[in-house]
């Protein structure tokens, strides 16, 4: 087990405004996150937050669920931007469930989490006028997940937890990031899930964000793999063989991420 040190702190504000396209605000109930993702781009964080290695530490904003009582934001909120709202402390500390539920119902919200933990506040989530969740899917394979997402729930559970959001009556969604070529198949998580899922949004893997540990770990193992995303004409192939994936599958795209040319969303 591993012990995660847990700092509670006070923000001044809570919502943050964004350039994040089709989103206005980020909220963050936490900064750091339990999950430990090996590519996580939040690890930039590190570099002002002195609490130690990407994955063992969490900020708890403590006083979040009083800083949205009372907000009325007209914009679309997008919850998290640099940690999960539903990493593990989530379960005992119940702050973002607090936050929802002291948020105006009419705010337009976005939901995006790895964590199976989401389908809990599904009784909350029907009080909002205007909301979406979002599980992230990659499928990887198993050995390779617990590498590269050592602390976050198994493909299954999400899967499961994005068929109940939907049984449920609440508008879902599949996020399937990173898309690593050759370890994760978006053509097999479409198939999945098509029958359940609103709309799929789709980010290739970031690079440069991910890291050099990773870079050196996606070397290593998959050199192949490694040679496809350091060069930009077989990536543009790879974007190109997903958009005809997607295509033949006759499902919602609300976009695909690029990032070796910059941040660029297609569709």
Same mark, same amino acid.
């Given at each position: 087990? &591993? ?31 339990e999950?430990?993702?090996?590519y ?26 009083e ?9 679309? &909120?997008? @919850? ?20 929802? *539920?002291? @948020? ?13 933990l ?13 909301? *979406? ?13 617990? &590498?590269?997402e ?13 068929? @109940? ?9 599949? =996020? ?10 978006? *053509?097999?998580?479409v ?21 050099? $540990? ?7 193992? =998959? ?19 997903? $958009? ?12 695909? &991420? ?10």
């Amino acid at each position: 087990m &591993v012990k995660v040190r847990v700092i509670f702190t006070k923000a001044k504000s809570i919502f943050t405004k964004t350039k994040i396209p089709s989103c206005s605000f980020v909220l963050n109930p936490y900064v750091g996150c339990e999950h430990a993702c090996l590519y996580c781009y939040a690890k930039f964080l590190c570099k002002w937050k002195n609490h130690g290695r990407w994955g063992s530490w969490v900020e708890v904003k403590e006083n979040a669920p009083e800083l949205v009582k009372g907000k009325h934001v007209r914009s679309k &909120v997008c @919850m998290s931007s640099v940690s999960d709202a539903y990493q593990p402390v989530e379960k005992k500390l119940m702050l973002t469930r607090r936050v929802l *539920e002291n @948020m105006d119902k009419r705010t337009d919200l976005s939901i995006l989490t790895k964590s199976d933990l989401v389908t809990r506040d599904i009784d909350i989530f029907e009080r909002f006028e205007c909301i *979406e969740v979002g599980l992230t899917v990659n499928g990887l394979d198993e050995r390779i997940r617990k &590498v590269l997402e050592p602390r976050a729930p198994k493909h299954e559970k999400r899967i499961d937890a994005l068929e @109940m959001l939907h049984e449920s009556g609440i508008r879902n969604y599949a =996020f399937i990031s990173p898309l690593i070529p050759e370890l994760v198949d978006p *053509e097999a998580i479409v198939k999945e899930t098509k029958s359940f899922v609103h709309h799929y949004f789709v980010e290739f893997l970031n690079l440069r964000a991910a890291g050099r $540990k990773f870079v050196e770990w996606l070397k290593n193992n =998959f050199p192949e793999c490694y040679e496809k995303m350091m060069n930009r004409d077989e990536l543009r192939k790879q974007v190109n063989h997903v $958009k005809t994936v997607l295509a033949k599958s006759h499902v919602n795209i609300a976009g695909i &991420v690029t990032h070796h040319e910059g941040f660029k969303i297609i569709l």
